[in-house]
């Protein structure tokens, strides 16, 4: 349906739904192209890690609306635990550990 580009992130590759939403809304794209492939992973994370279709929506609505308030990466966001060049942080282990056991 849009065969525009959109940068990807450095780990995650575009979803069709978040392209779709950043395409709809000018101001949240260019703030998109402005990020960096680590800023934009981080938001495609947030976006994809989420188990239900429903949770997955209103990130990705959340993510347009903070994009085009300026912000920059996820609040409270723990970071992107698919990364392969760097270790896992100390206190992201203990948030994984700790959702592994609910």
Request: aromatic share 6%; net charge positive; charged share 25%.
């Amino acid at each position: 349906m849009f065969k525009e580009k959109l940068a990807d992130g450095t780990v995650h590759a575009m979803p069709s739904d978040l392209k779709e939403a950043l395409l709809s809304a000018p101001a949240a794209k260019a703030a998109w192209q402005s990020l960096t492939p680590l800023a934009r992973n981080e938001w495609i994370c947030w976006d994809i890690t989420v188990k239900h279709p429903k949770t997955r929506a209103e990130h990705i609505k959340r993510t347009i609306t903070e994009l085009q308030q300026g912000m920059r990466r996820p609040c409270c966001w723990m970071g992107c635990i698919h990364r392969t060049d760097k270790a896992v942080s100390p206190s992201v282990r203990w948030v994984l550990a700790k959702r592994s056991k609910s």
